[in-house]
């Protein structure tokens, strides 16, 4: 008769910890993990202020010329408004003659030359692509709050006047019938022109006014644009529009730009 077999005892379980040496091991992988992250975060966060600093160069860059822009739509305004008043006079009869012509031509404007206008708006590019990127951009939260307030400002002010800037293009093109002489136009006719004619002054009085709002943004953020372009512009400005530009007035307000810029 065979003996009963018997289960191999089990041995209980044993703790085995690692060794001194395995603990450093492990401690030197953790520690190089966690100073690689940390100089990762380090390097983007260099990266991203340095983004930041770009796009706030390039949005001065904008800023300086569509504040050069605006002190022209300042300085051009006195002649639009002698062209408004003008046709204003002739719709109403009080005016014996005028030129259907614009009396301001050959300025910046995308305006088809083949045609004859009334009124010609002095159109200009009012650009912010680097401003909405840096209001966009990851790196904007690397710039001073109180700066990327003030450049949030700029923009609103730029979306006003192209808004008012196409009201007046809309406006001036439905008086295209005023460049064939007021005598042949009837009373309705007119009246339409003259209802018109008020809907254009509110846009190029709107121009102005954000115009002058543009340059006040431009002293809260101490920004100018060159001198010698503003007067170069307003010159070649002057000698297309005639006496009616105000240069005097305009480098006035390049001047103001530059001191609070200083």
Same mark, same amino acid.
């Given at each position: 008769m065979s003996e009963p077999e018997h289960e191999?005892?089990?041995?209980?379980?044993?703790?085995?910890?690692?060794?001194?040496?395995?603990?450093?091991?492990?401690?030197?992988?953790v520690f190089g993990v966690l100073i690689a992250l940390g100089l990762e975060n380090l390097v983007q966060e260099w990266r991203w202020k340095l983004e930041g600093r770009e796009l706030e160069a390039l949005a001065r860059q904008e800023l300086e010329v569509n504040l050069a822009q605006a002190i022209e739509r300042i300085a051009v305004d006195p002649c639009?408004?002698?062209?408004?008043?003008l046709l204003a006079s002739g719709l109403r009869g009080e005016a014996t003659s005028y030129a259907p012509q614009p009396a301001a031509r050959g300025t910046n404007s995308s305006v088809n030359r083949a045609l004859a206008l009334a009124?010609?708006?002095?159109?200009?590019?009012?650009r912010s692509a680097s401003m909405e990127r840096l209001m966009g951009a990851e790196a904007s939260k690397r710039v001073a709050p109180e700066r990327l307030l003030a450049q949030s400002a700029v923009l609103t002010t730029l979306d006003s006047i192209r808004r008012d800037q196409m009201e007046e293009v809309a406006a001036s093109g439905r008086l295209l019938p005023l460049?064939?002489?007021?005598? #042949?136009l009837?009373? &309705?006719?007119?009246? $339409?022109?003259?209802? *018109?004619?008020? /809907?254009?002054?509110?846009?190029?009085a709107g121009v102005e006014l954000v115009s002058r709002r543009l340059v006040d943004r431009g002293t809260e953020l101490g920004?100018?644009?060159?001198?010698?372009?503003? #007067?170069?512009?307003? &010159?070649?400005?002057? $000698?297309?529009?005639? *006496?009616?530009? /105000?240069?005097?007035g305009g480098l006035a307000i390049a001047r103001q730009l530059a001191e609070s810029a200083n």
């Open positions: 191999p005892s089990r041995l209980p379980w044993r703790r085995v910890l690692p060794s001194r040496k395995r603990l450093t091991e492990l401690a030197v992988v639009l408004r002698d062209r408004v008043a009124y010609e708006p002095v159109l200009r590019p009012w460049a064939v002489g007021v005598p #042949q009837d009373a &309705e006719v007119r009246a $339409a022109l003259l209802t *018109d004619l008020g /809907d254009l002054d509110r846009a190029r920004v100018a644009p060159d001198m010698r372009e503003v #007067q170069s512009r307003l &010159e070649e400005l002057r $000698a297309v529009s005639g *006496d009616c530009v /105000d240069v005097q």
